[in-house]
């Protein structure tokens, strides 16, 4: 779901990137327009400045969109980069829950201001003002859609730093020795010995009687085990 999200905010971001790019290039235009007109020909023109003033408010919102899902806003993070990074992203996520709430109470303010604002004309275009006012809940929604998808990918970043943490956790083989049956025994304790094995340090097995007791084993019908006790076979006498 995360991943569709944040493929509908790619999209999005290319569309207020390709606005950027053309009204910054219009504000460019305008204001040489305007520089030409007022110090050359001595003839200004109120519209090119307000519109030139208009169209950087908007841009202005629409890449404080981007620098939130980019996070690229300005902030002082000498404190920040001495945290750990877990303490970091819970910071980040509170934060970010913060900056959401003063979002969602500062876009009804915005909306009773563009409903204001249609009532007055603006003394340059001549254009209601709740067009220009418009860019603050334009602006407003677009930075709590980036706000979500910061949100919770922190708070994903956050659940897989746990389950990662208990993954890497250290076994402790003492607890675990402790914690075996009685009766069996620890493969790498020093002088053990296992049923039927040699005494350490004493002779080596004899390897004559093992290939005979082998040698039996081999030449018994099939379906009629060896009985073995106490770590030895022995082979019954009707089998030899």
């Known amino acids: 779901m995360l991943r569709g999200y944040s493929k509908f905010l790619d999209v999005l971001e290319k569309v207020e990137k390709a606005i ?6 219009i504000m460019v235009i305008i204001i040489a327009y305007q520089v030409i007109m007022r110090y050359i020909f001595a003839h200004a023109n109120s519209w090119s400045e307000e519109l030139a003033r208009y169209l950087f408010i908007y841009d202005v919102m629409i890449g404080a969109a981007i620098a939130i ?23 980040t996520i509170i934060a970010t829950l913060a900056g959401m709430v003063f979002m969602v109470f500062l876009l009804s303010y915005s909306i009773t201001l563009v409903q204001t604002g249609a009532r007055t004309m603006s003394a340059g275009l001549g254009i209601p003002m709740s067009i220009p006012y418009s860019c603050m809940p334009v602006g407003i929604v677009l930075m709590l859609l980036t706000s979500i998808e910061v949100l919770f990918k922190n708070i994903s970043a956050l659940r897989g730093a746990g389950k990662e943490a208990q993954v890497r956790r ?28 040699p005494e350490p340090g004493g002779p080596a097995p004899d390897c004559a009687a093992s290939e005979n007791v082998r040698g039996h084993e081999r030449q018994r019908p099939a379906g009629h085990p060896l009985l073995h006790s106490g770590g030895q076979y022995h082979v019954p006498q009707y089998y030899r």
């Open 69 to 91: 899902r980019r996070n690229s806003h300005l902030q002082i993070d000498i404190l920040i980069n001495l945290m750990k990074p877990k303490v970091r992203t819970i910071l």
């Open 170 to 197: 250290p076994v402790n083989h003492h607890s675990a020795a402790g914690s075996r049956p009685s009766g069996i025994p620890h493969l790498h304790r020093p002088g053990h010995r296992r049923p039927g094995g």
């Open 20 to 25: 950027l790019a053309v009204t910054v290039g």
